[in-house]
């Protein structure tokens, strides 16, 4: 049996969203079922189940969580489950033009989900959209790293 994990993706123009289906692939080749949840409708309710969770979230604005996900990021701050069964990885794009703000929508997850006791498998992936590099295949090769060298320990402890 595979183990499940839920991408939840924050997006704006669509570009977090396609990394997410390119990360699907690599998870399914490495013996998970990935599930793909836009941030759209969701609220802290999702983590009921506890589990294996991937954030991937693009940053906006002046540092900002995608408009899609702001409902989201509200309501677990507001209810503030206790997340300490849950395992996360986080995927932040960003452009690094902003300095001050750089993958700050993933950022403020990754800072969120640490606060209500998630453990985080491994460091986020940060990716700059002004390095030249296509933020799917970045994310596809830390994703193969992530789930060998990170997350397979995390969900083994």
Request: aromatic share 8%; glycine share 10%; net charge negative.
């Amino acid at each position: 049996m595979s183990q499940p994990i839920t991408l939840l993706v924050g997006t704006m123009t669509g570009t977090a969203e396609l990394v997410a289906q390119e990360i699907e692939t690599t998870l399914q080749g490495a013996g998970f079922t990935p599930t793909i949840k836009l941030m759209d409708g969701l609220d802290a309710s999702v983590f009921d189940d506890d589990g294996t969770f991937l954030i991937i979230s693009s940053t906006y604005g002046n540092g900002d969580i995608p408009d899609n996900a702001q409902a989201f990021y509200a309501s677990l701050a507001e209810v503030r489950p206790d997340l300490s069964k849950v395992v996360y990885g986080v995927v932040a794009l960003g452009d690094m033009t902003y300095k001050a703000t750089f993958c700050e929508g993933g950022l403020q997850f990754d800072r969120l989900m640490a606060e209500l006791g998630a453990r985080r498998a491994g460091e986020p992936l940060k990716h700059d959209a002004s390095s030249g590099t296509l933020p799917e295949d970045i994310a596809c090769e830390w994703a193969q790293g992530w789930v060998e060298q990170e997350l397979a320990p995390a969900l083994a402890a």
